[in-house]
């Protein structure tokens, strides 16, 4: 069991959406869309980055909300008409994972099938839980993936920073290629490391 209260688990939302707001503004791009599961700690992560993507870039964001298994095909159209330099995917929060897996690859075929475009950005959790991979499984996402840029953020507990990976499809594999590295405060890095790891905080 994590080491963390819920009310923590929404502040360190808070802290990671900050940092993956200032990396995606980083990119020097000026149109967001952010999808979530509706639920308390995607919502909060989510709200986090939009509100650092809009003060860092001076850009325009909009919230996509998605409802496990039930609009995954209405939010891929309307992404197409948001047309958007940069699609990010904050799958996670407190939901079964099941059940989030099959709502993200879901709505990466449906994205797909209407060829959303702009580059992708996955969230760490969805990522490690392998719902990417899954995802690649479907000869139809794969396509449409390998013509995208991609990329996920990473945590590195022990050293106490956030990373920014391009990812590459290389057959049924994902490789990931460090691009840059964000540090995280002692405080941001003590709560990572007793939600996602059950652990205290191992680095000075």
């Known amino acids: 069991m994590p080491l963390t209260t819920f009310e923590e688990e929404i502040y360190l939302r808070a802290l990671t959406g900050r940092m993956v707001g200032k990396a995606i503004a980083d990119l020097n791009i000026n149109k967001l869309a952010v999808v979530a599961p509706k639920n308390i700690i995607c919502s909060s992560i989510a709200t986090a980055t939009e509100a650092a993507f809009i003060d860092y870039s001076g850009g325009v964001t909009y919230h996509f909300m998605v409802e496990l298994g039930k609009n995954e095909e209405e939010i891929a159209k309307r992404l197409k008409d948001f047309n958007a330099q940069v699609v990010l995917l904050q799958f996670g929060g407190e939901s079964p994972i099941d059940q989030v897996k099959a709502s993200f690859v879901k709505l990466l075929k449906a994205m797909a099938k209407e060829n959303v475009p702009g580059a992708i950005v996955f969230h760490v959790r969805i990522f490690a839980a392998g719902g990417v ?48 590295e964000y540090h995280v405060t002692l405080e941001h890095a003590d709560l990572l490391n007793r939600s996602l790891k059950d652990r205290k905080v191992t680095f000075q």
Do not use: H, M, S, W
């Not at 139809?140 to 995208?148: C, F, S, V």
């Open 133 to 180: 991979k899954e995802a690649i499984a479907d000869e139809e996402i794969k396509k449409y993936l390998e013509g995208k840029d991609l990329f996920v953020y990473t945590v590195g507990f022990d050293e106490g920073k956030v990373y920014v990976n391009k990812v590459a499809i290389e057959g049924g594999e994902l490789k990931l290629q460090k691009l840059t």
